[in-house]
């Protein structure tokens, strides 16, 4: 059950598009399309961006896009605002019918 | 809408036990899978454990596997974590969330601190 690997920190300018990786294996990214992106602002509880690698929850603005190819799966922010300043996190379903999130990618609005 | 509250946190000896517990409300609670998740100071998220409406489909990580038993009351709208035989390494904010397995997870709770400490 190791962690999905995602890139410690990204950062970009306000208005600049940003893209987050999540790899995984054969098994978990790779195997299913249950791909899920989580976004978690300081001392607060994680709220869910994106389902199913590429669907957006009601109320989630439309600056927010996933894909995935092969084990890797990627969220995208564009026209980057402040709000979007926050740890963001993967998680995927697993072929060992457990779930795993990934390591966290902290995002920095410059 | 949907709110999940989370109890029964605090801090406990190594090796010893502690239940924590999540009220539901706002939704059709014994309709979903519900999780623990948990997370250590200035680290992660970690999944610990999925329950299915059920109760029939069980899983834990295998950090936890042994030591930990998820359980759910759907008359009580209540989720509950059984913890023994607690390490350093348990000490963790925990949320309660909805979903688990191949549902995402939709609503979180605002978090429990169990602090594993002598």
């Known amino acids: 059950q190791s962690a999905l690997t995602q890139p410690a920190s990204v950062s970009g300018s306000p208005g600049q598009s940003i893209t987050i990786s999540c790899t995984g294996t054969?098994?978990?990214?790779?195997?299913?399309?249950?791909v899920s992106w989580y976004q978690q602002h300081p001392g607060k509880a994680p709220k869910l961006m994106i389902y199913d690698v590429s669907d957006r929850p009601s109320g989630v603005s439309d600056r927010f896009s996933g894909s995935k190819s092969g084990n890797t799966a990627s969220l995208n922010i564009s026209g980057l605002q402040p709000e979007d300043e926050a740890d963001y996190y993967c998680?995927?379903?697993?072929?060992?019918?457990?779930?795993?999130f990934g390591t966290g990618t902290k995002v920095t609005v410059l | 809408q949907a709110q999940l509250v989370e109890s029964g946190g605090g801090l406990v000896n190594p090796g010893g036990s502690l239940t924590l517990s999540c009220a539901a409300s706002?939704?059709?609670?014994?309709?979903?899978?519900m999780s623990w998740i948990r997370q250590a100071p200035g680290k992660g998220l970690e999944w610990v454990s999925y329950?299915?409406?059920?109760?029939?489909?069980?899983n834990y990580a295998d950090s936890v596997k042994g030591r930990f038993t998820i359980s759910r009351d759907n008359a009580k709208k209540s989720l509950y974590l059984q913890m023994s035989g607690l390490r350093a390494d348990d000490t963790a904010v925990y949320y309660c969330?909805?979903?688990?397995?191949?549902?995402?997870?939709?609503?979180w709770g605002q978090g429990s601190l169990v602090t594993v400490s002598s």
């Open positions: 998680g995927s379903y697993t072929s060992s019918k457990t779930d795993v």
């Open positions: 054969s098994s978990d990214i790779g195997l299913y399309d249950y």
């Open positions: 706002g939704f059709t609670f014994s309709d979903f899978f």
């Open positions: 329950i299915s409406s059920s109760s029939y489909h069980i």
């Open positions: 969330a909805r979903g688990g397995g191949v549902t995402n997870f939709w609503v």
